[in-house]
């Protein structure tokens, strides 16, 4: 799932400022930031100019660039919510979840109605393996955005982790219902589904997101394991085939050991 990089919200009087806002959103890159550049030189102590010099530097790939306008900014204006959320968003890139964290936080108090805000924060969480404090998180994101899919399939991943196996499960049912072509939201409901023994949901919802995605490596696995609690050894054989042809490095021998020890149902079939 990706992080939030947000622009500013507001409207700006006529002049270099608004000039490079509407370059920017054409994609001109180099014209904004020269109408940026003179905005800034124009109103030094104006965080805004800043914060944009900021948004191209990263739209051209130059995040150490992208950082050095982005702390100037939010020096300038320690409220510019927007600021401190690109820099969370950064850090969490980068694999700093601690900054990620104290950043996103600031965003979130400057701008308690920011969806951004409130999903690099949990974002944050997750990579710090704070999976209570990434729920809460999500629900704030949540209350900004109603059924976002990002955010709800972070709120279910997160609630597992924590241990709310029903709040997760009815989580996804909710992203399978916002997003029915989501691949991530079947596979994760399967996968509550099958710790919940509901072994048939599971195979259908994991069954699904192989159909949106054939080349969905992780859930072959997935439905094999499940086939194989199910005593269906044919159906596990034919998914373990399936994930070994998308991943062929992948050692087989602890899957033909575990088809080797599969007894089919008397049936000839899965329950």
């Not at 180099?30 to 965080?47: I, L, M, S, T």
Request: glycine share 6%.
């Amino acid at each position: 799932m990706s992080t939030q990089i947000t622009l500013l919200a507001f409207l700006v009087a006529a002049g270099p400022l608004e000039k490079g806002e509407t370059l920017l959103e054409k994609g001109d890159l180099a014209g904004a930031q020269k109408a940026f550049e003179e905005a800034a030189k124009a109103a030094p102590k104006d965080a805004r100019p800043i914060f944009y010099l900021g948004v191209v530097a990263q739209r051209k790939n130059n995040i150490a660039g992208a950082v050095t306008h982005y702390k100037k900014a939010v020096e300038l204006d320690p409220k510019l919510a927007e600021g401190w959320s690109n820099l969370a968003a950064i850090d969490i890139a980068q694999g700093h979840p601690e900054a990620a964290a104290e950043e996103a936080k600031k965003a979130t108090a400057a701008a308690p109605d920011s969806y951004d805000a409130w999903y690099n924060l949990a974002q944050a969480y997750d990579d710090l393996r704070k999976a209570k404090e990434a729920v809460d998180a999500y629900q704030h994101a949540l209350k900004v955005k109603k059924d976002d899919i990002d955010a709800l399939v972070g709120l279910g991943a997160a609630q597992r982790r924590a241990g709310e196996l029903a709040a997760a499960t009815t989580t996804f049912q909710k992203a399978v219902a916002a997003a029915p072509k989501d691949k991530q939201a079947h596979y994760d409901l399967g996968v509550c589904y099958s710790d919940a023994g509901r072994l048939d949901d599971a195979v259908k919802e994991i069954k699904t997101a192989t159909q949106i995605d054939p080349k969905y490596a992780l859930a072959w696995r997935r439905l094999a394991s499940v086939e194989l609690k199910r005593n269906a050894c044919s159906e596990a054989k034919a998914a373990f085939d399936q994930f070994f042809k998308l991943a062929p490095k992948q050692p087989r021998g602890e899957a033909d050991a575990a088809l080797k020890g599969c007894k089919p149902h008397p049936q000839g079939r899965a329950p």
